[in-house]
C-alpha cells in the first residue's frame, strides 16, 4: 500500500504525482495542510521528524526525501522509467541531484518572495523559530529560510536556474528525452521544476527553443495530465 502526505503541488509533489500516474501505481493521498503547520505536528513527525512534505510512505516504510522516494516509485512500480543501462541510471540520478540542488531551491525562493509580502514572511519566520527540535538549515537552504533574501540573492537564485536550463536545452538538442533514448525519471523531475520556472521566470523556459519543445511534449502525457489536473503550481516555504 502507498500514500503520499502532501499539500499544495509544489515542485517535490509534482514529480511524485507524475511518476505514480506515469507507473499506473494505486495509492492514497493524505492532506497536509502546511498553512496550518500540520506539518510540524506529533503525528506527521513521526513519518517526517523535520517537517518534510511530501513523504511517501510505502508498506508502513516512510520516505520523507523527495529525490530518493522518486528512485523508489521507479524500481518498485515503474519498471519502463527506469533504464536497464547503468551508465544511463547514474546520468539520470546525477542529473535529477543537480537539477533539485540548482533548481528546487531558487525557484521556491522566488516564488514564494513573489506570492508573499515582507510582513506575511516575517511572520512566517517567528512562527517557524517557535518549532520544537527543528533543525535549522545550511547552505543555500538557510538564505531564505532565517531572513529576508535581498535582491543580489535573488538576482543569484535566477542564475542558478538559467545555468541548469542551458544544461536541459543542450541535453535535449537534437533529443527528445533527456537521458538515452526513452522517457524517464530525469524527463519526470526536470518537468515538476520546470513547470515551476515557468511560473516565476516565463521568458526563461520560452527562449530555450529545445526545452520548449520537450515541455510540449510532456505537458502532452496523459499521466501527467492527470496527475497534475488543473491546480496551480505552489512553491515550498522555509522549513
Not at 498553512?35 to 521528524?49: G, N, T, V
Not at 514564494?112 to 517557524?128: G, H
Not at 537564485?157 to 536541459?168: N, T, Y
Not at 521566470?201 to 520548449?212: G, Y
Given at each position: 500500500?502507498?500514500?503520499?502526505?502532501?499539500?499544495?503541488?509544489?515542485?517535490?509533489t509534482?514529480?511524485?504525482?507524475?511518476?505514480?500516474?506515469?507507473?499506473?501505481a494505486?495509492?492514497?493521498?493524505?492532506?497536509?495542510?502546511?498553512?496550518?503547520?500540520?506539518?510540524?505536528?506529533a503525528?506527521?513527525?513521526?513519518?517526517?521528524?523535520?517537517?518534510?512534505v511530501?513523504?511517501?510512505?510505502?508498506?508502513g516504510?516512510?520516505?520523507?526525501?523527495?529525490?530518493?522516494?522518486?528512485?523508489?516509485?521507479?524500481?518498485?512500480?515503474?519498471?519502463?522509467?527506469?533504464?536497464?543501462?547503468?551508465?544511463?541510471?547514474?546520468?539520470?540520478q546525477?542529473?535529477?541531484?543537480?537539477?533539485?540542488?540548482?533548481?528546487?531551491?531558487?525557484?521556491?525562493?522566488?516564488?514564494?518572495?513573489?506570492?508573499?509580502?515582507?510582513?506575511?514572511?516575517?511572520a512566517?519566520?517567528a512562527?517557524?523559530?517557535?518549532?520544537?527540535?527543528?533543525?535549522?538549515?545550511?547552505?543555500w537552504?538557510?538564505?531564505?529560510?532565517?531572513?529576508?533574501?535581498?535582491?543580489?540573492?535573488?538576482?543569484n537564485?535566477?542564475?542558478?536556474?538559467?545555468g541548469?536550463?542551458?544544461e536541459l536545452?543542450?541535453?535535449?538538442?537534437?533529443?527528445?528525452?533527456?537521458?538515452?533514448?526513452?522517457?524517464?525519471?530525469?524527463?519526470i523531475?526536470?518537468?515538476?521544476l520546470?513547470?515551476?520556472?515557468?511560473?516565476?521566470?516565463?521568458?526563461?523556459?520560452?527562449?530555450?527553443?529545445?526545452?520548449?519543445?520537450w515541455?510540449q511534449?510532456?505537458e502532452?502525457?496523459?499521466?501527467?495530465?492527470k496527475?497534475?489536473?488543473?491546480?496551480a503550481?505552489?512553491?515550498?516555504?522555509p522549513?
Amino acid at each position: 500500500m502507498i500514500a503520499l502526505h502532501r499539500d499544495a503541488p509544489v515542485p517535490d509533489t509534482v514529480k511524485l504525482l507524475i511518476a505514480l500516474a506515469e507507473a499506473g501505481a494505486s495509492f492514497d493521498t493524505v492532506a497536509v495542510d502546511t498553512a496550518d503547520f500540520a506539518h510540524w505536528s506529533a503525528l506527521h513527525r513521526e513519518i517526517a521528524p523535520q517537517g518534510q512534505v511530501p513523504v511517501l510512505v510505502a508498506d508502513g516504510e516512510p520516505m520523507a526525501d523527495a529525490q530518493y522516494a522518486l528512485q523508489y516509485v521507479g524500481e518498485a512500480c515503474g519498471a519502463a522509467l527506469v533504464p536497464s543501462d547503468p551508465w544511463h541510471w547514474y546520468e539520470i540520478q546525477a542529473l535529477n541531484q543537480r537539477l533539485d540542488a540548482a533548481v528546487g531551491p531558487s525557484v521556491n525562493l522566488l516564488g514564494w518572495t513573489a506570492a508573499t509580502d515582507p510582513d506575511e514572511r516575517a511572520a512566517y519566520r517567528a512562527r517557524l523559530a517557535a518549532v520544537a527540535e527543528r533543525e535549522k538549515p545550511a547552505g543555500w537552504f538557510a538564505v531564505w529560510a532565517d531572513a529576508e533574501a535581498d535582491e543580489d540573492q535573488l538576482a543569484n537564485a535566477r542564475e542558478r536556474i538559467a545555468g541548469a536550463l542551458d544544461e536541459l536545452e543542450a541535453r535535449l538538442d537534437g533529443a527528445d528525452w533527456l537521458v538515452g533514448e526513452a522517457f524517464s525519471l530525469a524527463d519526470i523531475n526536470a518537468f515538476a521544476l520546470v513547470r515551476a520556472v515557468g511560473v516565476v521566470l516565463p521568458d526563461a523556459v520560452r527562449a530555450r527553443p529545445a526545452l520548449t519543445r520537450w515541455y510540449q511534449r510532456m505537458e502532452s502525457r496523459e499521466a501527467g495530465r492527470k496527475a497534475c489536473g488543473d491546480e496551480a503550481m505552489a512553491f515550498a516555504a522555509p522549513a
